[in-house]
């Protein structure tokens, strides 16, 4: 084992609870979309859920960030339980009409974040500088097996036993991930937050970024699986496809580590982001289950070849600018991508077909990883030069 896991409690402690959190997330969120669209038979609910949930992200972060800094990481980890479990909850038990998906979507969409900016900072307090790149892949690669497990146990029960069954499951697989918290330390509160720590020169210039990965988070995950649900295969595959991409994670999250002691961070940067540009215009033709398998394994991969280093870099910009602020913005303008991506998919689908509404949202995605990859190198550039 890792030095740094044996040292380091509470960071230990967080790979445990990313583990078990993300068996029940990885399974929501692929299968809270596709049990709206299976229940209500409606393309056009199942996108109001995705923009309800991505624009409640973009409006509470930073009222969010406020609630963490107060109470601190550990208590902004519980909090994300008063939503999530009401949301599987309600998922579970509430028909799908626009009132009640609209519920589920501001729910989840407030757990995801309490949880979010609670572990980002986590990980920014407990890591070191030293060795950032190295600790940021561990705890993307070992909490993996819980996003590797979920999908595919959601996709065999759903398909098998409905969504009742699966969605308890991971109500009890939330609850249990619960446990690693308790041992976490509280780390100092920090009374107020200055809005101008979140809009500052250095995240605007980062935004960009944010942005696109919000963009390409929606496409590969939640829509994606919704495609090959709708276009090629049922439940199962849809599992499977989130599943095979996980294992993609894996792979190049382990590898990913020794890789950012040869090369540079932007290197690497924009080598990941212009092969999963390649990936997402891949996906379009998909129309076999093998072939969403192959192209899921390869997002996989070009997803974490960019997402080590710039996960472990935004560690990096937050100590030096006001930590809480940072990952507020970084939370306001993913989720800002995710509102333009299902805001995209709903317009293409009620203007043209649900065809064309795929293709959109994934051509997005491609154009997303351009943008990343000239940020990056924009930004780099401006740091060799102050």
């Known amino acids: ?10 960071l230990r402690l967080l790979i445990a609870y990313e583990t078990l959190k993300n068996l029940s997330l990885s399974m929501l969120t692929v299968f809270i979309p596709i049990a709206i669209y299976s229940g209500s038979e409606s393309i056009v609910l ?44 309600s998922a579970y038990l509430l028909p799908y009409n626009p009132v009640y998906v609209a519920l589920i979507g501001i729910l989840y969409g407030l757990g995801k974040s309490f949880h979010k900016q609670s572990r980002d900072l ?16 561990y705890l993307m690669s070992l909490p993996n097996l819980g996003r590797f497990t979920g999908p595919v146990l959601g996709g065999i029960i759903s398909g098998s036993l409905g969504f009742g069954l699966m969605f308890l499951v991971a109500l009890a697989s939330a609850a249990v991930s619960i446990a690693p918290v308790l ?9 107020g937050l200055d809005p101008g720590t979140i809009l500052t020169a250095e995240n605007l210039k980062t935004s960009p970024i944010f942005v696109s990965r919000g963009i390409q988070a929606y496409a590969s995950v939640g829509l994606f699986s919704l495609f090959t649900y709708i276009t090629v295969a049922g439940s199962l595959s849809s599992g499977l496809v989130r599943s095979l991409d996980t294992v993609g994670f894996m792979v190049m999250a382990y590898l990913s580590g020794r890789i950012s002691r040869r090369y540079s961070r932007t290197s690497i940067v924009v080598t990941g982001s212009l092969l999963a540009g390649v990936v997402f215009l891949l996906r379009i033709p998909v129309s076999t289950p093998l072939q969403a398998f192959a192209v899921s394994l390869a997002g996989g991969l070009a997803y974490k070849l960019y997402d080590i280093p710039l996960f472990s870099s935004f560690a990096d910009q937050a100590e030096k600018t006001e930590k809480r602020g940072f990952y507020a913005a970084k939370k306001t303008f993913n ?26 949202v994934f051509v997005l995605a491609a154009a997303s990883t351009v943008v990343m990859a000239l940020t990056q190198k924009m930004n780099t550039r401006y740091e060799m030069e102050k």
């Open 46 to 89: 199942t996108g109001l859920y995705l923009l309800i949930r991505a624009s409640t992200g973009f409006l509470s972060s930073y009222p969010v960030m406020l609630v963490i800094g107060k109470r601190g990481f550990r208590m902004g980890l519980y909090t994300s339980y008063l939503f999530l479990i009401p949301a599987v909850v």
């Open 183 to 191: 041992g976490m330390d509280l780390k100092k509160k920090q009374e």
């Open 335 to 360: 989720s800002l991508g995710k509102v333009l991506t299902a805001a995209t998919f709903l317009y293409f689908t009620l203007a043209f077909s649900v065809q064309a509404a795929f293709t959109s």
């Open 122 to 137: 986590e990980f920014a307090v407990g890591s070191d500088a030293s060795d950032r790149d190295m600790q940021a892949a």
């Open 1 to 10: 084992m890792p030095s740094f896991l044996q040292d380091r409690d509470d």
